[in-house]
């Protein structure tokens, strides 16, 4: 299966590479640079949303499907796009974001008549007692319910109010999102980054249990309604066409996980859960708790070995910088550099298809940002507000936006060292983040020693190893800095066992490798994210090695 030993990479177009000169990035500037995503040894782009949209959410909220942002460009650069990465080898999938569209889509403007036959498009409800339809709340720390002057009822938006979700218990939705499917593949995608889709089906809209976090989710996560959708998409269109899909799984558990991703269910071909990025942290992303590398072992372990398929990722344009949250990067910056090609050794030798978004094969960092105005997240300004009204003190306020918001992983790519980085001649639409001097592409790609030819470097060893792409995943040890795994696969011709063991080092001490587990290390390593040749079974700070036993 091609979408199985191909390595993936998410580009947020916005921030990716300015072609105009409008501060904005957009499809051209991507065509531009095709030629540095297949160096990396890329098979697979996923786009974040280029529709047309008029970016309440940055492109998550669409008003049509069907046509290009012109901000991103045509539909005729759009194309192109699709022939260049063709020609590189390079399959382009689309995020489809469907449980929710913009209020300007002519669906929800017609919609707001309550005659119109597209009424039943969304959900729309009178008020009760002059209070809101039930009590739950958002995905943005707001309400989740807005009410529209026009039609005198209010309708549900389970994020912003500019996104008003659809109504799935109407079979014509399911037909328009057909119809979007095959525009799509007919065009040349190879398949679909599916936005918040285990979410799409409201089975109820009773109240919600009282919590803190988005209340009244039990009504609307993971529900039959969602994987009957989720089989149909992929029996009436899907299955036709030489595609996958990776949906995005909201607070999903692995038994609901496995009932939407077992390739005998024909539902999605894998997906994005989100335990692992969460183990630092308290209510889902916001809160930080202290780091511990046994229990970043315990949940991969569970995900590794629970799931037919996953797919990996430590980054995306949600999260913050994987070198800043389990790297070195804030902690002790000495070891910037090391911690992120260890994490890279990490990412690649995982079971699964592997995603890196843009930046990430730079070590580029959270932001630098010093307060709220200079942020465009609107969750960042959400959780703001909401915590302004639970008193909380403006510096802990801070603190938690800066290690939670989404902008961390959106400031421009930083592409070389002229002014705005090389990715725009203007002042972007989001900072550029002041370390680009330090950190751009183009010092590394000249540099052998630099993360960006550890990943390149890493991608290779992956590319050459069914046992990493396809074996076993087995955890041998961890403590609250080290972690020791192996990878193991039958070869099916010698009945031979391929084995790899990795140890990976969070921290900025050395570690010794437990005594019992030394024997596992006599291989040759194959790379170390220290550059270190031979290993005497004492780890560097942040350092990580990969060694073969067979
Ligand atoms: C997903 C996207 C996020 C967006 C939200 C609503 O979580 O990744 O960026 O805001 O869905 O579409
Ligand atoms: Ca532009």
């Known amino acids: 299966m091609w979408w199985k030993n191909r390595i993936a ?13 409008d ?5 051209p500037g991507i065509i531009s640079r095709l030629d540095e ?36 460009g045509t539909m005729a650069d759009m194309e192109k796009l699709f022939a260049e ?19 300007e889509h002519e669906w ?42 026009k039609s005198g009822e209010y309708y549900l938006r389970l994020f912003d109010k500019k996104q008003p979700d659809l109504n799935y218990k109407n079979p014509k939705v399911i037909e328009e999102v057909k119809k979007i499917l095959t525009f799509w593949l007919e065009k040349g995608a190879s398949g679909f980054r599916c936005d918040v889709i285990n979410i799409i089906y409201k089975t109820s809209l009773e109240d919600g249990k009282k919590s803190l976090s988005v209340q009244g989710i039990e009504h609307y996560k993971s529900q039959e309604g969602n994987h009957k959708i989720l089989r149909e998409l992929r029996r009436d269109v899907l299955d036709k066409y030489d595609c996958f899909t990776v949906g995005e799984t909201v607070f999903v558990d692995l038994k609901e996980a496995k009932l939407l991703s077992d390739e005998s269910r024909k539902e999605l071909n894998m997906l994005f859960y989100f335990d692992h990025l969460e183990v630092d942290r308290r209510i889902a992303q916001f809160i930080p708790k202290k780091f511990r590398a046994r229990k970043l072992l315990e949940v991969i372990t569970k995900w590794q070995q629970g799931l037919e398929w996953n797919a990996i990722y430590f980054e995306n344009h949600d999260q913050p910088r994987i070198v800043s949250h389990f790297g070195a990067a804030e902690k002790d910056s000495k070891y910037w550099k090391r911690s992120a090609k260890m994490l890279a050794l990490f990412e690649l030798t995982l079971r699964g298809t592997p995603f890196i978004y843009q930046g990430q094969e730079i070590g580029m960092t959270n932001f630098d940002f010093e307060n709220l105005n200079e942020l465009n997240d609107a ?16 510096f802990l306020r801070w603190n938690w936006i800066k290690a939670s918001s989404r902008d961390n992983a959106r400031t421009p790519m930083q592409w070389d060292e002229s002014e705005y980085a090389g990715f725009s001649k203007a002042k972007p639409w989001l900072g550029v983040n002041g370390n680009y001097k330090k950190i751009n592409y183009a010092s590394q790609k000249k ?11 890493m991608a290779a060893v992956r590319k050459n190893s069914d046992c990493l792409i396809y074996g076993e995943f087995i955890p041998i040890y961890a403590d609250n800095r080290l972690i020791i795994y192996q990878r193991r696969l039958k070869n099916k011709e010698s009945q031979k066992d391929e084995t790899y063991t990795i140890a990976l080092n969070f921290s900025s001490r050395i570690v010794k490798i437990p005594g019992k587990f030394l024997s596992l290390f006599s291989g040759i390593p194959v790379i170390s994210a220290s550059g270190q040749k031979e290993f005497n079974g004492s780890l560097l700070p942040w350092d990580g090695v990969l060694v073969s036993n067979t």
């Not at 540099?447 to 470097?457: E, G, H, V």
Request: charge should be neutral.
């Open 9 to 21: 990479y998410q580009i947020y177009p916005r921030s990716f590479q300015d072609s105009n000169g």
């Open 23 to 27: 501060g904005i990035g957009d499809i």
């Open 37 to 72: 995503i297949k160096e990396l040894g890329v098979g697979i782009i996923w786009l974040s949303p280029v529709y047309k949209s008029p970016d309440a959410d940055n492109g998550y909220d669409i008003s049509d499907y069907c046509d290009i942002n012109s901000k991103f």
């Open 85 to 103: 990465a063709a020609k590189r080898g390079i399959r382009i999938i689309m995020d489809l974001v469907i449980n929710h569209t913009s209020d």
């Open 108 to 149: 929800f403007q017609k919609s707001r008549d309550p005659a119109s036959p597209y009424r039943d498009y969304y959900i729309w409800r009178p008020g009760k007692n002059g209070k809101l339809p039930n009590n739950w709340t958002g995905f943005f720390m707001d309400k989740a319910w807005e009410y529209d002057e």
């Open 379 to 394: 969750m960042s300004h959400g959780l703001d507000k909401l915590m302004k009204k639970l008193c909380i003190p403006g």
């Open 447 to 457: 540099d052998p020693d630099s993360i960006l030819n550890f990943y390149k470097a």
